[in-house]
């Protein structure tokens, strides 16, 4: 019997078509879906609380298109059983269309994107903390002066500046204050101005770790850098191979994918670099906050300031799409990166005002405290659920942050990723995040964001997964 759920994407929900309103939509959606195959005979739905919180409707308007169902007999509900895809057999989906030309026409409620999605790199988009962040919203627009509105300073609002250094100096160590604060449009904008700063002082190579994500490879490549891959081993980035190097990207505290802190000695011996030859070191420090089974790794930035660039987001603590980030400045630097953000402030001042008063009313801590209690929860799950069921794959570089490792037997990273497009399941592979020059030994692993999927389709995501694990 089936047991995962088949998550309806919100084109089907939260705007329904036809004018019986949003129950008759709903309804629709799941008799369509049924219908054509998408929830298979047997499937068990998610309560309607949960799937009412995932798509932001009223649990009534769900639990009347439930019994809806039932009653047409598309669905079964039993006590201590749950809503179930009434075991007939759904309807097959009719021929392909074709286009003049031979090209095949998608069929008609066709999924558009997989069922399941356990990519890295973002948090669950339906645990947003919506009325904490509408009510921080409205008192910072009622208290906000009127010039808060114009076309600012280019380092961004002080409020925002003044709530992070406290904050950052509270929970992550670094060492800064208002005035060397650059508010950015997340890590990529601020990447970008930094490369152009580096340019300018002649600087021609940053080092970059081994493994990671080559869209920011690229963004210092467009700048005119060269970015070397440096080796990888049990300790980390091998940050001993920075000859010629005039500044290096890292993420020490959780280096992203393989999930391992940066060796202290390595910590200590990169600062050392960046002392005598007058380098520079680039802190993404991505997901800092989420730590499960260690104490926190603190900045790199607190070991010496002014040669530690420190970067951060709001992307995984609450959601990319806020496009808010920041970077703590070396004095040296702070008005080459203002110079090159632009004139004017160019990050939404309502969204800065806003996360200002989020972070200083203590809703910040809050949220964060409360996603740490539900990641490591589902991280524990998925390890075990690994281990019981795909014993010969290892889950590692699970102490922190919101992805997990899982290395498997030589040879089978791309039939894995293979075989869960056939169930409707993302994953990525650890290739997909090896650097081209990288001289580490190629390993086969997965890259598994167990942050990703929301409650209502967090066992469906884990359970597909496990079906295609060696």
């Known amino acids: 019997m089936v047991e995962s759920w088949a998550t309806l994407g919100v084109d089907l929900h939260l705007e329904p078509s036809g004018t019986g309103g949003l129950r008759r939509g ?78 095949a026409a998608p069929r008609q409620g066709q999924p558009a994107r997989p069922t399941y999605s356990l990519l890295p790199g973002s948090p669950d988009l339906a645990a947003f903390p919506r009325t904490e962040w509408l009510r921080a919203a409205r008192r910072a627009l ?50 970008r101005i930094i490369g152009t700063v580096l340019a300018a002082r002649g600087v021609r190579t940053v080092a970059v770790e081994s493994y990671g994500l080559d869209a920011y490879w690229r963004l210092l490549q467009q700048a005119g850098l060269a970015t070397p891959a440096l080796p990888y081993d049990e300790l ?50 991505y997901d800092g906050e989420f730590r499960y089974d260690r104490q926190p790794v603190g900045a790199l930035q607190g070991l010496d300031p002014d040669r530690v660039l420190y970067f951060g987001t709001a992307s995984k603590s609450l959601a990319p799409g806020l496009r808010l980030g920041w970077m703590a400045l070396p004095p040296a630097l702070a008005a080459e990166a ?14 800065q005002l806003t996360l200002a008063e989020f972070i200083t009313s203590g809703a910040y801590d809050r949220h964060v405290r409360s996603s740490r209690l539900r990641y490591r929860r589902r991280r524990d799950a998925l390890a075990a659920a690994v281990t019981a069921r795909a014993p010969e794959v290892t889950v590692t570089g699970i102490a922190a942050g919101l992805h997990a490792l899982l290395r498997l037997p030589p040879g089978l990273e791309q039939s894995v990723i293979q075989a869960a497009a056939w169930q409707g399941l993302a994953l990525q592979g650890l290739t997909f995040h090896r650097h081209e020059e990288a001289v580490t030994e190629p390993l086969d692993a997965l890259v598994v964001g167990y942050a990703t999927p929301p409650d209502s389709a967090w066992a469906g995501a884990l359970d597909a997964l496990c079906r295609v694990l060696p």
């Open 26 to 103: 709903l309804t629709d959606a799941l008799r369509d879906a049924v219908r054509t195959g998408r929830l298979a005979p047997g499937t068990r739905l998610p309560s309607s609380r949960a799937l009412a919180a995932d798509l932001g409707i009223a649990r009534n308007t769900v639990a009347e298109a439930y019994a809806d169902l039932v009653a047409e007999g598309w669905l079964t509900a039993r006590q201590g059983s749950g809503t179930r895809v009434s075991e007939r057999a759904a309807a097959a989906p009719p021929a392909a269309a074709t286009r003049p030309g031979g090209e």
């Open 142 to 191: 009622a208290t906000a002066p009127y010039d808060a509105l114009g076309y600012g300073d280019p380092r961004g609002r002080p409020e925002l500046r003044t709530a992070l250094a406290g904050y950052l100096a509270r929970v992550r160590g670094v060492r800064t204050d208002p005035e060397t604060i650059l508010i950015t449009s997340g890590f990529a904008h601020a990447l």
């Open 236 to 285: 980390g980035t091998d940050t001993g191979e920075l000859t010629g190097a005039g500044a290096v990207l890292l993420t020490p505290a959780h280096q992203f994918p393989m999930g391992t802190a940066l060796h202290p000695d390595r910590r200590a011996a990169v600062v050392d670099w960046a002392r005598h030859t007058g380098g520079l070191v680039l802190e993404d420090d």
């Open 338 to 351: 203002a110079s090159a953000k632009g004139g004017t402030d160019t990050v939404g001042v309502l969204e």
